[in-house]
């Protein structure tokens, strides 16, 4: 039941093969078993080149297989695909698999709109049994976004990064009532080469990862086992005394087809929760930015954005707000605009003189 097969013809051999009342002993060999188009190994689609097997009285002693692969980060393509080599044993109701994967250059991780180059320490370990069926995938490389094309409205939004990552995870667990996905996001190392944002050259300071509720797909066969957002603390240091700094979204989600027993992900949009700036030069401190709703609650859909300037040699300040919107708040299902503008200046002591005495 895991390794799924085609209609096409496979080529055995095997070598001293014994049947008796002990059971089969035997050495087999199995090519072409099945193409990567057709099969799949733990809900992965794959391709089986060659598999080895060793039986004594009807207990299997060794097995090992080898073919290609493709991760559940990327899509069911055959230039995604890794060359991979499973080792697998008899354990108490079922079996057990290790699988090495043999990176042979970099992949698309359409999950993340990105380039991923693959360690030869990433593994997967798969466990089977007549009712449930588990795996755990731990990856390690190297990510890039060198410039993709992202969805509306950021499809003009220039990200050039590379970084590397260890123990990325995707778990994966099915029994006969229900399947999920889980994913980790591992931890980033944010050193060398620059990085760029918008063209302008930026450092990260975080990244984290946030779960979020699985849609329906609207399709039987197909069911979405895992939504999330891969988040990226960004700062901007133009000069000493000018920058800014901001949070990014990438947004993914990852379905299963039930009907073909393999997963496709997707790229969902990026996003940008706020945006800050600052500037601390010897005539005026600027403090600003703007926070971006999505879908907020009360508040709706909009933006809201401050600015603070502080003139030093006069110790004159001054602050100003806009925020403006749509929601449905309190409003049944019908949507509403609103609108906001604030703005204060504070003059030194002891202000405008309006009177003798009186300022």
């Given at each position: 039941?895991?390794w799924?097969?085609g209609a096409?013809?496979?080529f055995i051999t095997?070598?001293?093969l014994i049947?008796?009342?002990?059971?089969?002993t035997m050495k087999m060999?199995?090519?072409?078993v099945f193409t990567?188009?057709s099969?799949?190994v733990a809900?992965?689609?794959?391709s089986?080149?060659t598999?080895?097997?060793?039986?004594l009285k009807?207990?299997?002693?060794?097995?090992t297989a080898?073919g290609l692969?493709?991760?559940?980060?990327?899509k069911d393509t055959i230039?995604?695909?890794?060359?991979?080599?499973?080792?697998?044993?008899q354990?108490?109701n079922?079996n057990?698999f290790l699988?090495t994967?043999?990176?042979?250059?970099?992949?698309?991780?359409d999950?993340?709109?990105g380039?991923?180059?693959l360690?030869?320490t990433?593994?997967?370990?798969a466990a089977i049994?007549?009712t449930v069926?588990?795996?755990s995938?731990i990856?390690?490389?190297?990510f890039k976004w060198?410039?993709?094309?992202?969805?509306?409205p950021?499809q003009?939004l220039?990200v050039n990064m590379e970084?590397d990552?260890?123990n990325?995870?995707?778990t994966?667990?099915s029994?006969?009532?229900?399947d999920s996905?889980n994913?980790?996001?591992?931890s980033w190392?944010?050193a060398s080469p620059q990085k760029?944002?918008?063209?302008?050259?930026?450092s990260?300071k975080?990244i984290?990862y946030?779960?979020?509720?699985?849609?329906?797909?609207?399709?039987?066969n197909?069911?979405?086992?895992l939504r999330?957002?891969?988040?990226?603390?960004i700062?901007?240091?133009l000069?000493?005394?000018?920058?800014g700094s901001?949070?990014?979204g990438?947004?993914?989600?990852?379905?299963?087809n039930?009907?073909?027993?393999k997963f496709?992900?997707?790229?969902?949009g990026?996003?940008?929760d706020?945006?800050a700036?600052h500037a601390n030069?010897p005539?005026v401190k600027?403090d600003?930015s703007?926070?971006?709703?999505?879908?907020?609650?009360?508040f709706?859909?909009?933006?809201?954005?401050?600015?603070?300037?502080?003139?030093?040699?006069?110790?004159?300040?001054?602050?100003?707000?806009l925020?403006f919107?749509?929601?449905?708040?309190?409003?049944?299902?019908?949507l509403?605009r609103?609108w906001?503008v604030?703005?204060?200046?504070?003059?030194?002591?002891?202000?405008?003189?309006?009177?003798?005495?009186i300022?």
């Amino acid at each position: 039941e895991t390794w799924k097969t085609g209609a096409n013809p496979t080529f055995i051999t095997t070598n001293d093969l014994i049947i008796d009342d002990y059971g089969i002993t035997m050495k087999m060999k199995a090519l072409n078993v099945f193409t990567f188009s057709s099969g799949s190994v733990a809900n992965l689609s794959a391709s089986l080149d060659t598999l080895e097997i060793s039986m004594l009285k009807g207990s299997l002693t060794s097995g090992t297989a080898k073919g290609l692969l493709v991760l559940p980060i990327s899509k069911d393509t055959i230039t995604n695909t890794l060359k991979y080599t499973a080792t697998f044993n008899q354990v108490s109701n079922g079996n057990s698999f290790l699988i090495t994967v043999v990176p042979s250059g970099p992949i698309d991780a359409d999950i993340l709109k990105g380039k991923m180059t693959l360690l030869p320490t990433t593994n997967i370990t798969a466990a089977i049994t007549p009712t449930v069926k588990t795996y755990s995938i731990i990856l390690n490389g190297k990510f890039k976004w060198d410039n993709p094309s992202f969805p509306s409205p950021f499809q003009s939004l220039k990200v050039n990064m590379e970084l590397d990552f260890e123990n990325v995870g995707v778990t994966y667990k099915s029994t006969p009532t229900a399947d999920s996905l889980n994913f980790s996001p591992g931890s980033w190392s944010f050193a060398s080469p620059q990085k760029f944002l918008a063209n302008f050259p930026v450092s990260i300071k975080k990244i984290y990862y946030k779960s979020k509720s699985t849609v329906p797909s609207g399709n039987a066969n197909v069911k979405e086992l895992l939504r999330g957002e891969v988040l990226i603390d960004i700062v901007a240091n133009l000069t000493e005394d000018i920058g800014g700094s901001t949070t990014i979204g990438a947004n993914f989600a990852v379905e299963l087809n039930t009907s073909a027993k393999k997963f496709t992900p997707q790229f969902k949009g990026i996003s940008l929760d706020s945006l800050a700036v600052h500037a601390n030069l010897p005539a005026v401190k600027i403090d600003g930015s703007i926070l971006f709703r999505n879908h907020d609650p009360v508040f709706g859909d909009g933006f809201l954005g401050t600015l603070s300037v502080a003139f030093t040699p006069v110790g004159i300040t001054a602050g100003a707000l806009l925020e403006f919107g749509n929601t449905n708040y309190q409003n049944g299902s019908t949507l509403y605009r609103y609108w906001r503008v604030e703005a204060d200046v504070t003059l030194p002591a002891p202000g405008v003189p309006f009177l003798p005495g009186i300022a």
